[in-house]
């Protein structure tokens, strides 16, 4: 016989007692922006002590399905995209997932992504971007890669959220974060890249201020194509697992390295 029995393993109290708050926060019972109880009276309705609700809420913390107003003030909260595409990005990292395997989906999904964002953004968007494409070029200028990596992120996060479109934010986001990650190695083959990037951010920038989808979505295919060419002259690998995502927290974020068409 093969099976091979374990010893079970009984969840830790905080971890029901996370369950159970996620369980009726997605269940619609506990909708965002209503206030929880208190640590003490949450403890009295578990049936455990105060240290335990208050690990069981750090969880939630984590998950963005809770957010403190204050000191003592615990309200619901509904995720950002970016809390939950750390996540799964984590999950496509395990999974080995490939630049080609990345790409494939990115060229999908980018180019639709900025049609939506000239269909739907608001002027709040568009200055987003502006502002966005206004500190990449000093950067660009001062050579400060750190930063340009950032903005380079926050570039394709406010184009996310631009279209309007939650499902189409978290099928990006995971994508976009893993694909553009660790690929400074790029920088010593392309030095020209920096500006080629800049020029083509501003060129679907522009589409997306005049609500111009096909130009928009047409420059983010070329964008993206570009990016496919840059990696392969640099010589990195197509088919093997990305190189591992730098954590977000203080550390270099990722690059976008590419060329745009000198013909568009």
């Known amino acids: 016989m093969g099976l091979r029995p374990r010893p079970i393993q009984v969840s830790k109290a905080y971890e029901q007692v996370s369950a159970q708050l996620e369980s009726q926060i997605l269940e619609g019972r506990l909708l965002p922006g209503e206030q929880l109880p208190g640590e003490v009276e949450l403890a009295a ?11 069981g809420i ?54 639709l992504a900025a049609e939506l964002a000239a269909r739907n953004a608001t002027d709040a968007d568009v200055a987003k971007l502006r502002a966005n494409q206004a500190r990449m070029a000093k950067a660009t200028e001062a050579r400060d890669d750190r930063a340009v990596v950032r903005l380079d992120l926050e570039y394709h996060s406010i184009i996310s959220e631009a279209t309007k479109n939650p499902a189409l934010a978290l099928a990006q986001e995971p994508i976009g974060i893993l694909l553009y990650s660790g690929l400074e190695a790029l920088l010593p083959h392309l030095p020209q890249a920096p500006a080629r990037q800049l020029e083509a951010h501003g060129r679907v920038i522009d589409a997306v201020a005049m609500g111009d ?15 496919r060419r840059g990696y392969i002259m640099a010589g ?3 088919d093997a697992p990305i190189a591992p995502l730098v954590p977000a927290a203080g550390a270099k974020a990722a690059r976008e390295i590419t060329t745009p068409p000198r013909d568009a």
Request: aromatic share 6%; charged share 35%.
């Open 45 to 55: 309705l578990f049936g455990v002590n105060r240290s335990t609700v208050r690990e």
């Open 58 to 111: 750090r969880r939630l913390e984590s998950e963005g399905l809770v957010r403190r107003a204050s000191p003592r003030k615990l309200v619901v909260s509904t995720p950002k995209a970016r809390e939950l595409a750390s996540r799964n990005t984590r999950a496509l990292r395990m999974l080995e997932v490939t630049f080609d395997q990345l790409w494939r989906v990115a060229v999908e999904i980018e180019p």
């Open 213 to 227: 989808p096909d130009v928009a979505r047409d420059w983010t295919l070329r964008h993206a194509v570009d990016f």
């Open 236 to 238: 990195l690998p197509m």
